[in-house]
Nanobody, 129 residues
C-alpha cells in the first residue's frame, strides 16, 4: 500500500512561490492517481489539483488555474505542486491524497475527497501580505 509524506510548505510573501512534494512509498506508485487538497482554518477541505496515473489528465480548481501546476515523477515516486504568484487566500494546510487508477475522466471524478484511499499528514503553507 502507498504511504504519503508531504514536504515543502512554509511562509512566503504574496507573489512568491513554493513547491510542495509528496513522496510515496510502495512499488505500485504508477498505478495510483493523486490529488492535492487544502484546508484553511474554519473551512472545509477543498480540492486543489489532480493528476491521472499517466499524467495526461490534470484538473485544477478555478482559483489556482494559471498559478499552480501539478506533476509526477514516477521514477522518484513523487508528486509535486508548483505554486506561483501565491496569494494570502492560499494559506492552508495542504494534503496529498492517492487513489488507485480507474476509469476517471472528468473534474468531478477527481474532486471528491471521499474517493481517495490514502492521505498524507499535511504541510502548512502561509502566505503573508
Amino acid at each position: 500500500q502507498v504511504q504519503l509524506v508531504e514536504s515543502g510548505g512554509g511562509l512566503v510573501q504574496a507573489g512568491g512561490s513554493l513547491r510542495l512534494s509528496c513522496a510515496a512509498s510502495g512499488r505500485t506508485f504508477n498505478r495510483f492517481e493523486f490529488a492535492w487538497f487544502r484546508q484553511a482554518p474554519g473551512k472545509e477541505r477543498e480540492f486543489v489539483a489532480s493528476i491521472s496515473w499517466s499524467g495526461g489528465a490534470r484538473f485544477y480548481v478555478d482559483s489556482v488555474k494559471g498559478r499552480f501546476t501539478i506533476s509526477r515523477d514516477n521514477a522518484a515516486n513523487t508528486v509535486y505542486l508548483q505554486m506561483n504568484n501565491l496569494k494570502p487566500e492560499d494559506t492552508a494546510v495542504y494534503y496529498c491524497a492517492a487513489v488507485k487508477g480507474g476509469s476517471r475522466l472528468y473534474y468531478d471524478d477527481y474532486a471528491a475527497s471521499t474517493i481517495y484511499e490514502r492521505w498524507g499528514q499535511g504541510t502548512q503553507v502561509t502566505v503573508s501580505t
